[in-house]
T-cell receptor
Framework: NAGVTQTPKFRVLKTGQSMTLLCAQD?????MYWYRQDPGMGLRLIHY???????AKGEVPDGYNVSRLKKQNFLLGLESAAPSQTSVYFC??????????????FGPGTRLLVL | GDSVTQMEGPVTLSEEAFLTINCTYT??????LFWYVQYPGEGLQLLLK?????DKGSNKGFEATYRKETTSFHLEKGSVQVSDSAVYFC??????????FGAGTRLFVKA
């Protein structure tokens, strides 16, 4: 049981390049989330998904797109990277998402540097 | 809107010292409250949680009590260890799809 895994662990991009971050979970969770973590700002929700084939915008969605074609995978895409997207990206999942007691399970993070 | 405020770090303590990390919240409903911990190079993991007023969450010697009257959920540990060095996040969840995280407090424990 690997939990939540993220690929890659670290990436350097040039401004304007594109990339996709992959998140996979093996806990059969319905809900998945993408966050970015910046110094002094905690975690901010980018996009989330409440089930296979569905996605929704979070707090800071601009410049990102997501897809949830399979229940276990949640992809985060950057079409044209900008230096402001330099951050650490965390994927998380939870069983139902709507329950008030819900615990989120996090991946180890992807560190992205945009030059 | 809902929000979480936690004390700024870093907090530096000697081993076996007493730890308090303050967390206060603003919420319109009746949230569940969480403390997550992030060890160096890793993702966040749940440390403890409390789902209603006066509940006490506890784990690994850490504890926090859900205080509705003061809208607080302070994290405490009686005797910290070097291995407790990490970033601690207070968070609240009101039943929607969004968990609100505080900015995080970095703890350094010296041997």
């Amino acid at each position: 049981n690997a939990g939540v895994t993220q690929t890659p662990k670290f990436r350097v991009l040039k401004t304007g390049q594109s990339m996709t971050l992959l998140c996979a979970q093996d806990m059969n969770h319905e809900y998945m989330y993408w966050y970015r973590q910046d110094p002094g700002m905690g975690l901010r929700l980018i996009h989330y998904s409440v089930g296979e084939g569905t996605t929704a915008k979070g707090e800071v969605p601009d410049g990102y797109n997501v897809s949830r074609l399979k229940k276990q995978n949640f992809l985060l895409g950057l079409e044209s990277a900008a230096p402001s997207q330099t951050s650490v990206y965390f994927c998380a999942s939870s069983y139902s998402g709507g329950g008030i007691q819900e615990t989120q399970y996090f991946g180890p993070g992807t560190r992205l540097l945009v030059l | 809107g809902d929000s979480v405020t936690q004390m700024e770090g870093p907090v530096t303590l000697s081993e076996e010292a007493f730890l308090t990390i303050n967390c206060t919240y603003t919420a319109t409903g009746y949230p569940s409250l969480f403390w997550y911990v992030q060890y160096p190079g890793e993702g966040l993991q749940l440390l403890l949680k409390a789902t209603k007023a006066d509940d006490k969450g506890s784990n690994k010697g850490f504890e926090a009590t859900y205080r509705k009257e003061t809208t607080s959920f302070h994290l405490e540990k009686g005797s910290v260890q070097v291995s407790d060095s990490a970033v601690y996040f207070c968070a609240l969840h009101t039943g929607g799809f969004k968990t609100i995280f505080g900015a995080g407090t970095r703890l350094f424990v010296k041997a």
